[in-house]
């Protein structure tokens, strides 16, 4: 075939088009194209302070992972905040703490809580006001570590995990949760 004037562009876009898929291919497997400035934390280690946000009528969890080998009953340092996110309105907040084990074992655990909140006997730890807009409040400063009867082993891992649920102030948190948290107060 001879190249003359009418083949040339015809040829000059085949060429380009090659080198492009060339590129193209080499970018996709080398992962250029899924590279992020961002990081994530993904493994919050016991004893780092967390904080969890909230909005009204939801539900947040923060997990911690924690290597086993603790005393039953230990004090374990574990600062946790929450803050609401909220605008204009102000929040009823409650929470529950377990602790999971790699043998699918589960027990809810005691916290040393805050002096504005009060474990109930539904085992809910529920805070005593009204957490206003854009408030943060801190919920523990240590967990207690489970009793004998869960069985720990310093080279397993677990997973202690905080629940915090909020409603909206004007709802009637006594019709939902079985009680008034800033009743008594």
């Known amino acids: 075939m001879k190249i003359d004037k009418n083949n040339f562009g015809w040829l000059f876009t ?8 060339g590129i193209s291919i080499y970018l996709g ?15 919050l280690v016991l004893g ?15 997990s911690v992972n924690m290597s086993g080998g603790f005393l039953p009953e230990e004090r374990l340092a574990q600062v946790v905040s ?31 809580e805050n002096s504005n909140w009060t474990k109930n006997e ?11 807009p854009l408030e943060k409040t801190t919920f523990s400063t240590f967990i207690i570590a489970p009793s004998q009867d869960f069985v720990t082993a310093s080279w397993k891992k677990y997973i202690v995990t905080f629940v915090f649920e909020s409603l909206d102030s004007s709802v009637d948190v006594e019709n939902l949760w079985q009680n008034n948290p800033v009743q008594n107060v």
Request: aromatic content about 14%.
């Open 14 to 21: 085949c060429v380009g088009l090659v080198i492009l898929l």
């Open 122 to 132: 539904d085992g809910y730890y529920y805070y005593n006001e009204l957490l206003s």
């Open 48 to 62: 780092q302070n967390v904080e969890s946000a909230i909005r009204k009528n939801q539900a947040t969890s923060i």
């Open 29 to 43: 497997i080398s992962g250029f194209f899924f590279q992020t400035e961002d990081t994530y934390t993904t493994d």
């Open 82 to 112: 929450i803050k609401n996110l909220e605008l204009n309105n102000s929040l009823y907040l409650r929470a529950k703490v377990f602790i999971y084990s790699s043998q699918n074992q589960t027990e809810e655990i005691d916290i040393v």
